[in-house]
T-cell receptor
Framework: AQKVTQAQTEISVVEKEDVTLDCVYE???????LFWYKQPPSGELVFLIR??????QNEISGRYSWNFQKSTSSFNFTITASQVVDSAVYFC?????????????FGQGTRLTINP | DGGITQSPKYLFRKEGQNVTLSCEQN?????MYWYRQDPGQGLRLIYY???????QKGDIAEGYSVSREKKESFPLTVTSAQKNPTAFYLC????????????FGPGTRLTVL
């Protein structure tokens, strides 16, 4: 069975601090994708990144960076110099083929609060 | 503007009534999905459709029904059989081939009175 665990339910930091959101996944598939989504207070999920299981290079996009380690089945997300606008719920998700269809399995989410 | 629209944003329903949530996309995506989100929880898949006139049950389909008569539209009906329907409902769509990201609508918050 596929599973995504985000052990941190809530994180609160002061603006400009760096913060890392953890994501651990389980799958028996050899080909899979990992995703991060942001859910601001408005409710709509915003896609942040997709990473395939064969590419373990870290990725950086502005203040955001992602660390994919297959050996530990983790796909962690770091925000550098956090800002109040980063406050949101962040979801990690795993994609695989289940019964012939592509499906996403989501973690429980981490609520991140950036305090001014 | 390409995207996914959901209506209404807020919906109130009396117990025992059926209610239909709208989802429309103009991204030309083949696949569409419905998720339910409860407070403090992740998203759970209700139904999904990969092609017009075909759809499959997700993990929590009981008490829900869908139709896919047009590529652009995937309405969800919450029936009176759904025991705890108060939740936030999100619709998504994606390209069918490969492991592509899903794009989400703004959601509908359903409250049963």
């Amino acid at each position: 069975a596929q599973k995504v665990t985000q052990a941190q339910t809530e994180i609160s930091v002061v603006e400009k601090e760096d913060v890392t959101l953890d994501c651990v996944y389980e799958t028996r598939d050899t080909t899979y994708y990992l995703f991060w989504y942001k859910q601001p207070p408005s409710g709509e999920l915003v896609f942040l990144i997709r990473r395939n299981s064969f590419d373990e290079q870290n990725e950086i996009s502005g203040r955001y960076s992602w660390n994919f380690q297959k050996s530990t089945s983790s796909f962690n997300f770091t925000i550098t110099a956090s800002q109040v606008v980063d406050s949101a719920v962040y979801f990690c998700a795993l994609s695989g083929t289940i019964q012939g269809a592509q499906k996403l399995v989501f973690g429980q989410g981490t609520r991140l609060t950036i305090n001014p | 503007d390409g995207g996914i629209t959901q209506s209404p944003k807020y919906l109130f329903r009396k117990e025992g009534q059926n209610v239909t949530l709208s989802c429309e996309q103009n991204l030309n995506h083949d696949a569409m999905y419905w998720y339910r989100q409860d407070p403090g929880q992740g998203l759970r898949l209700i139904y999904y459709s990969q092609i017009v006139n075909d759809f499959q049950k997700g993990d929590i389909a009981e008490g829900y029904s869908v139709s896919r008569e047009k590529k652009e539209s995937f309405p969800l009906t919450v029936t009176s059989a759904q025991k705890n329907p108060t939740a936030f409902y999100l619709c998504a769509s994606s390209i069918l081939q490969g492991y592509n990201e899903q794009f989400f609508g703004p959601g509908t918050r359903l409250t049963v009175l």
